[in-house]
């Protein structure tokens, strides 16, 4: 399972970016997958999730109406669109892929990519 981010980039706030996460390796539709981010001297926290094939998502409050978390139709990458950002957005990205239940824990998310640096001024 390889999972590679891009899109993160430095941005006012008040902006946008999109996050995109290509995957390869596995049968894409099976899993759970997720949006984490971590600041600096903080923990990795789960910002928003989907089921893969299915498409539920999921997304933590301190985004709700501001990120929105999507597939393309041949179902390789996720995508992180992320609205009116606010300096405490701030942080590394990461994509991350599960079996299992979704959105499930942090901890148990065992593929993750190599993250993506988004700073909000």
């Known amino acids: 399972v390889q999972l590679v981010e891009s899109g993160g980039g430095s941005v006012q706030a008040g902006g946008s970016l999109r996050l995109s996460c290509r995957a390869s390796?596995?049968?894409?539709?099976?899993?759970?997958m997720g949006w984490f981010r971590q600041a600096p001297g903080k923990g990795r926290e789960g910002v928003a999730w989907m089921r893969m094939g299915g498409g539920s998502t999921w997304i933590d409050a301190s985004v709700a109406g501001r990120f929105t978390i999507s597939q393309d139709n041949a179902k390789t990458t996720l995508y992180l669109q992320m609205n009116s950002l606010k300096p405490e957005d701030t942080g590394m990205y990461y994509c991350?892929?599960?079996?299992?239940?979704?959105?499930?824990?942090?901890?148990?998310?065992?593929?993750w990519g190599q993250g993506t640096q988004v700073t909000v001024s």
């Open positions: 390796g596995y049968t894409y539709s099976s899993y759970c």
């Open positions: 991350a892929a599960k079996v299992g239940s979704c959105p499930g824990k942090t901890k148990d998310y065992n593929n």
